[in-house]
Nanobody, 123 residues
Framework: VQLQASGGGLVQAGGSLKLSCTSS????????MAWFRQAPGKEREFVAA???????YYSDSVMGRFIGSKDDAKNTVYLLMNSLKPEDTAVYYC??????????????????WGQGTLVTSPA
């Protein structure tokens, strides 16, 4: 399985951006997918999970602003980021793991990672 993330860029605070992550070599219909982010000098943190059956979970910091979704036919998951804040500035990574029985928010549990895409939202 390989993951290709895209869609990052520069957006003023308050704006929106949509990230995409396409899986090759593995069907997302049987994978738990997640988005993480890492800001300079900080640890990688959980942002959102899109589980194999379509349920979504979010960190408190993005709840109500970010929306995760998936298109099994395109083998792609998305992260729509609304009302961006300067503190959302980070490299965003998508990741996958074999489907499990519950949502997982810890990076070490995910076995395949995309290359990261930079999101910058200046004040």
């Amino acid at each position: 399985v390989q993951l290709q993330a895209s869609g990052g860029g520069l957006v003023q605070a308050g704006g929106s951006l949509k990230l995409s992550c396409t899986s090759s070599g593995g069907s997302i219909s049987i994978l738990d997918m997640a988005w993480f982010r890492q800001a300079p000098g900080k640890e990688r943190e959980f942002v959102a999970a899109i589980r194999w059956a379509g349920s979504t979970y979010y960190s408190d910091s993005v709840m109500g602003r970010f929306i995760g979704s998936k298109d099994d036919a395109k083998n792609t998951v998305y992260l729509l980021m609304n009302s961006l804040k300067p503190e959302d500035t980070a490299v965003y990574y998508c990741a996958s793991k074999p489907r499990g029985s519950t949502v997982v928010r810890t990076p070490p549990s995910y076995v395949v990672w995309g290359q990261g895409t930079l999101v910058t939202s200046p004040a």
